[in-house]
């Protein structure tokens, strides 16, 4: 199948990586020369595991390239999947402007073309936003009829940053939101050979997922931080009593988020909790618990912040600063913010992440750190022993096993506050503490 990717981030790079993987014959589409520039050259514009060499491979073998004329990628392809952002607003709603635009565009070039087209939405919307906004664009920019010679699917993604590959081939299910069966059979060829099932559903129901699941996730990072902080603030085990309490998989579901670490971060977390509470306010419906949970995860970044503080120690080895380990995602991190307060509050810190490159950063990840920290660049430093020799005391936001493994096996420690759950450290740091919780013995 001939595919036109629009919006060449995360979810857009992904998926053109995956789908080449598959024979399709894929056009990535961005408004970023520099973006555009870096796929055509083989190289991926953002950090993510066994990427770059996906996409090296597909461009090496003629299965993709990247262009900045949206008109032409829609002349020369069959469908299209539309992955722009859709970032919060002020109000906590959703910014539609991207995708309102993208659609314009893909509308326009449509009229100059004869043979059907299908689009598929992947952005993040909420319900109502494919049937209410963006089919009006397209139907009237296009001068088509839907379900004739038109045809729109919207396809919720379930990536996460850091294993987004392995998540593409193997998601939960797949979920694919149509008018009609025939737009289902013309989508439904995009996932030959990924695991799971294939859903059919309603528009706005496949919508809805994406939303649901994340604040779920939300929620449930949210309840694992908080329940842990209390047992272990009134001298229980929290470990020992959260892993008992994900053994119970016929009534507490799954295990997944529900282990106390850092608080949540990145572009979907956060902003999906904020839209549905805005779309709740906007219909006059109360939503206290949905409402309390950003609140909350801000709270779990103030506890770290005061357990810093109490140490009384001014240097500090700053371990991890994207949101997540494995990704250059700096969009909402908690470590971000929590290394921008201490050098706000006069601490000495010197940054060890090997993934993040101010250079590479691009887009909305590099507008956010030019908000937050807007000299992180000083502060980063790429040699381990060198950040770790600087710290009197480690913060670890996040570590890989090799960056771990390299920390007990140094002569010299330093007192550590663990962030991140990183409990191979506890037995080989004499003075190990963990933000809500006590290692298991």
Same mark, same amino acid.
């Given at each position: 199948?001939?595919?036109?990717?629009?919006g060449?981030?995360?979810?857009?790079?992904?998926?053109?990586?995956?789908?080449?993987?598959?024979?399709?014959?894929?056009?990535?589409?961005?408004?970023?020369?520099?973006?555009?520039?870096?796929?055509?050259?083989?190289r991926s514009?953002?950090?993510?595991e066994?990427?770059?060499?996906?996409l090296?491979?597909?461009?090496?073998?003629?299965?993709?390239?990247?262009?900045?004329?949206a008109?032409?990628?829609?002349?020369?392809?069959e469908?299209?999947?539309?992955?722009?952002?859709?970032?919060?607003?002020?109000?906590?709603?959703?910014?539609?402007?991207?995708?309102?635009c993208?659609?314009?565009?893909i509308?326009s070039?449509?009229?100059?073309?004869?043979?059907?087209?299908?689009?598929?939405?992947?952005?993040?919307?909420?319900?109502?936003?494919?049937?209410?906004v963006?089919?009006?664009?397209?139907?009237?920019?296009?001068?088509?009829?839907l379900?004739?010679?038109?045809?729109?699917?919207?396809?919720p993604?379930?990536l996460?940053?850091?294993?987004?590959?392995?998540?593409?081939?193997?998601?939960?299910f797949t979920?694919?939101?149509?008018?009609?069966?025939?737009?289902?059979?013309?989508?439904?060829?995009?996932?030959?050979?990924?695991?799971?099932?294939?859903?059919?559903c309603?528009?706005?129901?496949?919508?809805?997922?994406?939303?649901?699941?994340?604040v779920?996730?939300?929620?449930?990072?949210?309840?694992?931080?908080?329940?842990?902080?209390?047992?272990?603030?009134?001298?229980?085990?929290?470990?020992?009593?959260?892993e008992?309490? =994900?053994?119970? &998989?016929?009534?507490?579901i799954s295990? %997944?988020? @529900?282990?106390?670490? #850092?608080?949540? !971060?990145?572009?979907? *977390?956060?902003?999906?909790?904020?839209?549905?509470v805005?779309?709740?306010?906007?219909y006059?419906?109360?939503?206290?618990?949905l409402?309390?949970?950003?609140?909350?995860?801000?709270?779990?970044?103030?506890?770290?912040?005061? =357990?810093?503080? &109490?140490?009384?120690?001014?240097?500090? %080895?700053? @371990?991890?600063?994207? #949101?997540?380990? !494995?990704?250059d995602? *700096?969009?909402?991190?908690?470590?971000?913010?929590?290394?921008?307060?201490?050098?706000?509050?006069?601490?000495?810190?010197?940054?060890?992440?090997?993934?993040?490159?101010?250079h590479?950063?691009?887009?909305?990840?590099?507008?956010?750190?030019?908000?937050?920290?807007?000299?992180?660049?000083?502060? @980063?430093d790429?040699?381990?022993?060198r950040?770790?020799?600087?710290?009197?005391?480690?913060?670890?936001?996040?570590?890989?096993?090799?960056i771990?493994?390299?920390?007990?096996?140094?002569?010299?420690?330093?007192?550590?506050?663990?962030?991140a759950?990183a409990?191979?450290?506890?037995?080989?740091?004499?003075?190990y503490?963990?933000?809500?919780?006590?290692?298991?013995?």
């Amino acid at each position: 199948m001939k595919i036109s990717i629009f919006g060449m981030g995360y979810v857009g790079c992904v998926s053109a990586a995956c789908l080449a993987s598959g024979n399709h014959h894929v056009v990535g589409v961005d408004v970023s020369d520099q973006k555009v520039d870096m796929l055509q050259a083989g190289r991926s514009p953002v950090e993510e595991e066994a990427l770059p060499e996906m996409l090296r491979e597909a461009v090496d073998n003629g299965v993709l390239t990247a262009t900045l004329d949206a008109r032409q990628a829609v002349l020369d392809t069959e469908l299209s999947l539309i992955t722009v952002g859709t970032p919060s607003r002020s109000d906590g709603s959703l910014e539609l402007g991207y995708l309102e635009c993208v659609s314009q565009g893909i509308a326009s070039a449509l009229r100059e073309k004869s043979d059907p087209h299908t689009i598929v939405i992947r952005s993040t919307v909420l319900p109502g936003t494919t049937e209410k906004v963006l089919l009006p664009l397209l139907l009237e920019g296009s001068g088509r009829t839907l379900n004739r010679d038109l045809f729109v699917c919207y396809n919720p993604e379930f990536l996460r940053e850091g294993t987004s590959i392995k998540d593409f081939f193997n998601p939960p299910f797949t979920i694919l939101g149509t008018q009609d069966d025939d737009t289902f059979k013309k989508v439904a060829p995009l996932y030959h050979g990924v695991q799971g099932e294939i859903l059919r559903c309603s528009i706005q129901a496949a919508e809805s997922m994406k939303t649901l699941c994340n604040v779920f996730h939300a929620l449930k990072i949210v309840f694992a931080n908080e329940a842990a902080s209390v047992l272990h603030g009134c001298g229980a085990n929290a470990l020992e009593a959260i892993e008992l309490f =994900l053994k119970d &998989q016929k009534l507490n579901i799954s295990s %997944a988020y @529900l282990r106390p670490g #850092f608080a949540f !971060g990145g572009s979907c *977390l956060p902003k999906d909790v904020n839209a549905l509470v805005a779309l709740g306010r906007s219909y006059g419906i109360a939503t206290p618990l949905l409402a309390s949970i950003n609140p909350g995860n801000d709270a779990h970044l103030d506890r770290a912040f005061a =357990l810093i503080q &109490q140490r009384g120690i001014k240097k500090i %080895a700053f @371990l991890g600063i994207s #949101f997540k380990q !494995g990704t250059d995602d *700096l969009r909402e991190s908690p470590a971000l913010r929590l290394a921008a307060r201490l050098i706000q509050n006069d601490y000495d810190l010197r940054i060890f992440d090997p993934i993040v490159c101010m250079h590479n950063l691009l887009g909305a990840n590099l507008s956010y750190v030019k908000r937050m920290l807007p000299d992180l660049e000083l502060y @980063l430093d790429y040699d381990l022993d060198r950040v770790l020799d600087h710290g009197s005391l480690w913060v670890v936001a996040h570590a890989s096993a090799p960056i771990r493994q390299h920390m007990i096996s140094r002569a010299v420690k330093a007192p550590m506050i663990d962030l991140a759950g990183a409990l191979s450290l506890s037995e080989a740091i004499p003075d190990y503490q963990g933000l809500c919780w006590t290692a298991l013995p």
